[in-house]
């Protein structure tokens, strides 16, 4: 509950800097005196915090290497990391004197492209990190360690797309070279292992648990082992948004 807490108060001192709200002010709506703040909140310790908290996130002895096969991250774990780098060079950038745009000019990227890596919506290279971590005087292997983080789960998350592209690819040509049975066939031929309405969402591409999935490609024709890694995958990732079509 503590460690919790701590976190809100980093995330509320960062809002507030962020909101470019007077030092004087954060200072009394946290009952310390400026110079506390000043030692508390400095960007590299909100930094070392933020790393400790990733670490918490992702497991004890996690070396921001690739990702296990046998141990990936998990969903939950594979959100954090863009989030943190973002909030860690956002307190890099408004825990200086300077103006966001003499930080963008001093490591030489566009105003606008430094806004959109504080708000997470862009994943910078290590180039741009590193030179708006040095413009802000941070720690540089904290930040580094952050952004292997975040890209490690960019790229995991990438990897459970695909798998569900190739997953629907591959039960949709089983169902097509069965000659396209109903949901109601395959559930009569799978002898009820797949039930109607489980096929019918697995040929809308909506995921369903393995046996399930294993049944239905077995029932098809298909080989299961072939199947399982792909779904596995795409278990482990969260579904895209489904757009509702335009009126």
Do not use: N
């Not at 990702?67 to 774990?77: K, N």
């Amino acid at each position: 509950m503590e460690r919790d807490l701590g976190l809100m108060r980093d995330a509320l001192v960062q809002q507030a800097r962020a909101a470019r709200t007077p030092t004087a002010q954060i200072a009394a709506a946290l009952g310390v005196s400026t110079g506390t703040l000043a030692r508390r909140f400095a960007p590299a310790r909100l930094s070392r915090r933020l790393a400790a908290a990733l670490h918490a996130a992702t497991g004890p002895g996690t070396d921001f290497g690739p990702a296990s096969a046998s141990h990936p991250p998990s969903a939950s774990a594979t959100e954090e990391p863009g989030r943190l780098l973002a909030m860690a060079l956002s307190e890099l950038v408004y825990g200086t004197s300077f103006s966001g745009r003499a930080i963008a000019r001093r490591a030489g990227v566009d105003p606008s492209y430094l806004s959109r890596m504080l708000s997470g919506e862009r994943r910078p290279s290590w180039e741009k990190t590193e030179r708006v971590t040095r413009a802000c005087q941070g720690d540089v292997e904290t930040i580094r360690a952050l952004w292997e983080a975040a890209v490690r789960a960019d790229s995991t998350r990438a990897a459970g797309g695909e798998a569900r592209a190739t997953l629907w690819g591959l039960l949709r040509g089983l169902h097509l070279s069965a000659g396209r049975p109903s949901p109601q066939v395959i559930e009569r031929r799978s002898a009820g292992r797949v039930r109607g309405d489980d096929a019918t969402a697995l040929l809308r591409r909506e995921l369903r648990p393995w046996p399930v999935v294993s049944a239905f490609v077995a029932t098809l024709g298909g080989s299961p082992a072939e199947a399982m890694p792909l779904w596995s995958e795409a278990e482990r990732q969260p579904a895209p948004e489904r757009k509702e079509p335009s009126a």
